[in-house]
T-cell receptor, first 111, second 112 residues
Framework: SQQGEEDPQALSIQEGENATMNCSYKTSINNLQWYRQNSGRGLVHLILIRSNEREKHSGRLRVTLDTSKKSSSLLITASRAADTASYFCATAVGSARQLTFGSGTQLTVLP | DAGITQSPRHKVTETGTPVTLRCHQTENHRYMYWYRQDPGHGLRLIHYSYGVKDTDKGEVSDGYSVSRSKTEDFLLTLESATSSQTSVYFC???????????FGPGTRLLVL
């Protein structure tokens, strides 16, 4: 069963706009991670936020985590056509080095 | 790509035949994983390994077996391929001190 569910499933925006994707999960987590996948490629790690953190930044990325609501959001600011990809959240539970991935959000940034 | 290669990159096979996919890493990372990716399901963990000859099942392990006789190689075997195993298979590694995973380029498998 999937731990994380992304919302929306697909998102289309214009270049320069901000893109927000949401992830909800079911059980208590150790950390939550976001990955990007370009078409036909493997996943690339973007950012990790721990359960005791509320917000984290990396370049144009901002991730928030609300453990009371079991949800996270990924904000990409000033989007570019190169940001077009699928974005997945993944949760880590306890000390196990296993990740459970959501079904992803397909982001299309139009030039 | 963190020195991860997968072979073959594409394979077409027939139902009932055995298939072995190989994941090779060059940096002696301890943890290795096999996932499958299907539309609408994201990535689902098949098996993982936490050392040579140390493996465990993931969420969707039925119909798959794995072996890790060397640190650098993690093999995924479909003993008797079925059409439901048509998918894209990804290998990933995790370093000892980090919790993030690094993915290989994937193998597209079509079972006819």
């Amino acid at each position: 069963s999937q731990q994380g569910e992304e919302d929306p499933q697909a998102l289309s925006i214009q270049e320069g706009e901000n893109a927000t994707m949401n992830c909800s999960y079911k059980t208590s987590i150790n950390n939550l991670q976001w990955y990007r996948q370009n078409s036909g490629r493997g996943l690339v790690h973007l950012i990790l936020i721990r359960s005791n953190e509320r917000e984290k930044h990396s370049g144009r990325l901002r991730v928030t985590l609300d453990t009371s609501k079991k949800s996270s959001s990924l904000l990409i600011t000033a989007s570019r056509a190169a940001d077009t990809a699928s974005y997945f959240c993944a949760t880590a539970v306890g000390s196990a080095r296993q990740l459970t991935f959501g079904s992803g959000t397909q982001l299309t940034v139009l030039p | 790509d963190a020195g991860i290669t997968q072979s073959p990159r594409h394979k077409v096979t027939e139902t009932g035949t055995p298939v072995t996919l190989r994941c090779h890493q060059t940096e002696n990372h301890r943890y290795m994983y096999w996932y499958r990716q299907d539309p609408g399901h994201g990535l689902r963990l098949i098996h993982y390994s936490y050392g040579v000859k140390d493996t465990d099942k993931g969420e969707v392990s039925d119909g798959y077996s794995v072996s890790r006789s060397k640190t650098e190689d993690f093999l995924l075997t479909l003993e008797s391929a079925t059409s439901s195993q048509t998918s894209v298979y990804f290998c990933a590694i995790s370093t000892g001190g980090q919790e993030t995973q690094y993915f290989g380029p994937g193998t597209r498998l079509l079972v006819l």
